[in-house]
């Protein structure tokens, strides 16, 4: 084998193989807030990484100081009395998929998955489970969509406190525990 067929078969092999990396300016974060009974807010967070490895393996970094709620000194609080971002800076999510099945998406195509992953926030692990679409918009592009919300309760992250704080400081008359998380991810590779 010459070397020019040698090199294009190497470039082949790599490109296939390249990791995926998430597009921050074409993805979003959102989460919802409901305070006093009926007042529904929508809150986003403005930095988080992911990637997909060449082993299936992704992970989603979110940098819990980059909460975004609109009005400043709430986001302050928020990273102070909830997320004590001085000792829990990031959120992880980790989720194994089957790389083949990324590989058999044809342009265009869209399918559903189920979603078992980690949730690493505030100190504590959970499992969540959540369906999405996994679109492969072009060659080097896939979108990740969440086709329902995933719900997060405070109380199984060790939150509840922190949401106390908040409602106190605030003066609210309640704030829900229970928190929709939204998302939408672009990768390229
Ligand atoms: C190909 C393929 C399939 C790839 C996969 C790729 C991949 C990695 C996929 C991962 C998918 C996946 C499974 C993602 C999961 C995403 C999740 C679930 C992320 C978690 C995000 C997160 C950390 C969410 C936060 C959760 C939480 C508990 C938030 C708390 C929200 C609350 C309770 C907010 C309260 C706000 C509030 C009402 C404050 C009161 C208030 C204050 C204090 C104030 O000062 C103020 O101003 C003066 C107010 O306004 C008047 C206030 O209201």
Redesign the pocket.
Known sequence: MNKFIASVLLLISVQCQAA?QLNSDHSI?S?M???NGDIM?V?E?DRFT?S?DTQGK???D?D?SSVN?G?E??DK??RD??FNTTEFSK?T???D?NNTY?DGLKIGQTQE?D?D?E?Q?HGQTDT?N?P?S?TRTAKDK?L?V?LLP?I?D?DD?E?LSG?AK??E??G?KS???K?P?N?I?S?TR
Do not use: C, D, P
Request: zero cysteines.
């Open positions: 995926w974060l989460f807030s409901t305070k807010e809150h967070f992911a997909i992704a992970k989603l979110i819990l709620t009005i000194v709430r609080r928020m009395l909830l959120a999510i980790i989720v998929i990324i998955l979603l992953a949730l926030l969540i959540t999405v996994v896939l990740v969440n995933v997060i405070a992250y939150l949401v908040l409602q400081i605030a609210l704030i829900s525990g928190v998380v998302f991810l990768f």
